[in-house]
């Protein structure tokens, strides 16, 4: 993820490894992260039991939300790629229960068809 990105707001692909070492202390048994996703501080983490919501707040970052969705509760997602001239990607996730959609930025170089196809597999795929 590029420094004019993290500015701008968008998230970009996380290391799996340095998802899991860092959220191992969240994690369930044979709980194993599949796709992680970083804008400065928060986090979108899928797993192969559900999609975890990371914010970090305050000026430390020591308090944290840590917004669980089983992918059950997923009534429906909306992915937009980038164009000519926004060069935004966006995911925005609607959840049973709640009236406004989960939204998250992407930067551009980030490969929003593989989040796209991970999601569609765990929400539709069964």
Same mark, same amino acid.
């Given at each position: 993820?590029?420094?004019?990105? /993290?500015?701008?707001?968008?998230?970009?692909?996380?290391?799996?490894?340095? #998802?899991?070492?860092?959220?191992?202390?969240?994690?369930?048994?044979?709980?194993?992260?599949?796709?992680?996703?970083?804008?400065?501080?928060?986090? +979108?983490?899928?797993?192969?039991?559900?999609?975890?919501?990371?914010?970090?707040?305050?000026?430390?970052?020591?308090?944290?939300?840590?917004?669980?969705?089983?992918?059950?509760?997923?009534?429906?997602?909306?992915?937009?790629?980038?164009?000519?001239?926004?060069?935004? #990607?966006?995911?925005?996730?609607?959840?049973?229960?709640?009236?406004?959609?989960?939204?998250?930025?992407?930067?551009?170089?980030?490969?929003?068809?593989?989040?796209?196809? +991970?999601? #569609?597999?765990?929400? #539709?795929? /069964?």
């Amino acid at each position: 993820m590029g420094l004019l990105d /993290k500015l701008l707001g968008n998230a970009g692909e996380m290391d799996i490894q340095e #998802a899991t070492d860092e959220l191992s202390a969240i994690l369930g048994p044979d709980e194993q992260i599949e796709l992680a996703y970083k804008l400065i501080r928060d986090m +979108l983490i899928l797993t192969n039991r559900r999609l975890i919501l990371i914010d970090k707040q305050g000026m430390t970052g020591r308090k944290v939300e840590y917004r669980s969705i089983p992918y059950k509760s997923i009534t429906m997602f909306l992915v937009e790629s980038t164009g000519n001239f926004d060069l935004d #990607a966006e995911l925005k996730i609607w959840v049973s229960g709640q009236h406004e959609p989960f939204g998250m930025e992407f930067g551009s170089k980030t490969n929003i068809y593989k989040l796209q196809g +991970l999601l #569609a597999n765990k929400v #539709a795929g /069964k």
